[in-house]
Every structure is written in C-alpha cells, then in structure tokens.
T-cell receptor, first 114, second 112 residues
C-alpha cells in the first residue's frame, strides 16, 4: 500500500506570496492532519480534517487554511507569507483520527520564504 | 491540556551501548502514547505505541518503552545502538480532539 505523499517536496517563495501544499493520504484513510515543524517551535498541530470537515484547528493565524476533498486528499494554503512561515510541513493520515490510531506521516514539504 | 516533555535535547551514545530517552507527559485521562523517529530530511515513523495493558511495549528496530503511570513517564530504550539509530526521536500523546501533541524531540548521535 502506498504511503502518504506530499507535493511539492520543496518550495521557495517570497514574502507576501501565497502557497498551496498537497497531501494524498494512504488509501482508505479518511483523516488527514497537518503539522508545522520548525527548529524553534518543534512540531505544532495545524488542523485535522475528516470527511471534508475540519474537526480541530491549532493556534495559527487565519492565513493558514486547509480543505479536504471527497477522495480524502487535502490541501493547505498559506496566504501572505512571512519569513517565519519557513518550515517543514508534515501531513499525516489515519483511518478516522481517533486518539488511539497511528498517524502515518508523509515526507513533508520544505517551504523556504525569502 | 495535554503536554509532553523530553528533558534531553541531545544524547551522544557509542555504537553498541544502550540508549534511554526520557519522556514525561501531562494528560488528564488515560494517555495514548507514541514514540516516533525522524531521520534527516524524512517524515516521522512510528516506533511503538501504548494504550493499555502490559506497561512494557515492544516496537520496531529493537526499541521498547515502559509506561509508568506513577511517574507520568514513557521512556524509550534500546539495549544496543546501531549507527543507523542516529536520528531525532519524538514522544507524543494522542487526545480525543484528533491531534498529537509532541515533545521537543531528542537528537541521538551515535559515535563509532
């Protein structure tokens, strides 16, 4: 079974631009979560989607948004990029997002904002 | 709110020596605990997890972890480290609001 895939793997943007990242979960998984990883803040939860509904959102500004499609694929968007948005963005999928479930992570998208 | 503390930022261990990584959690209910490993430039891979039952859990790559409720700890161990174990290790707690809360991570360096 194919793992979680994320595209693109690397991105360079300039301040003020916007960016869209994509995540394809493992087949059959309906929950998709996004995390931001930075050296200073570590791994921080962005949001979680299940059946096209956002069930939880982390403490990030409204510039960060996401959505999920009917095939469970998910995208996240960051508008008006800031230097501090440079990070590794990780997507994870699980069957239904339950607390006991293993979340399977993709390789991440590394975003550099100049 | 749930939280995870990994007291050691960086550990250096000789190849063949034992390894123990510490993790303390704060969670009001029964904790769902995980250890993940991240190699450079990679995503996170699950090593093991604990929900209930036997407090000593076995994982992949020869790792094990022991849950101690009285100490709110879930320490990761490996009896004999290989050079390929050099990576960053994250302890996490799962919650009923569909997210994982991670510790800051421990970077393991393996010297020959």
């Amino acid at each position: 079974k194919a793992g979680v895939t994320q595209t693109p793997r690397y991105l360079i943007k300039t301040r003020g631009q916007q960016v869209t990242l994509s995540c394809s979960p493992i087949s059959g998984h309906r929950s998709v979560s996004w995390y931001q990883q930075t050296p200073g803040q570590g791994l921080q939860f962005l949001f979680e989607y299940f059946s096209e509904t956002q069930r939880n959102k982390g403490n990030f500004p409204g510039r960060f948004s996401g959505r999920q499609f009917s095939n469970s694929r998910s995208e996240m968007n960051v508008s008006t990029l800031e230097l501090g948005d440079s990070a590794l963005y990780l997507c994870a999928s699980s069957l239904s997002g339950g607390a006991r479930e293993t979340q399977y992570f993709g390789p991440g998208t590394r975003l550099l904002v100049l | 709110a749930q939280s995870v503390t990994q007291p050691d930022i960086h550990i250096t261990v000789s190849e063949g020596a034992s390894l123990e990584l510490r993790c303390n959690y704060s969670y009001g209910a029964t904790p769902y605990l995980f250890w993940y490993v991240q190699s450079p430039g990679q995503g996170l891979q699950l090593l093991l997890k604990y929900f209930s039952g036997d407090t000593l859990v076995q994982g992949i790559k020869g790792f094990e972890a022991e849950f101690k409720r009285s100490q709110s700890s879930f320490n990761l161990r490996k009896p004999s480290v290989h050079w390929s174990d050099a990576a960053e290790y994250f302890c996490a707690v799962g919650s009923n609001d569909y997210k994982l809360s991670f510790g800051a991570g421990t970077t393991v360096t393996v010297r020959a």
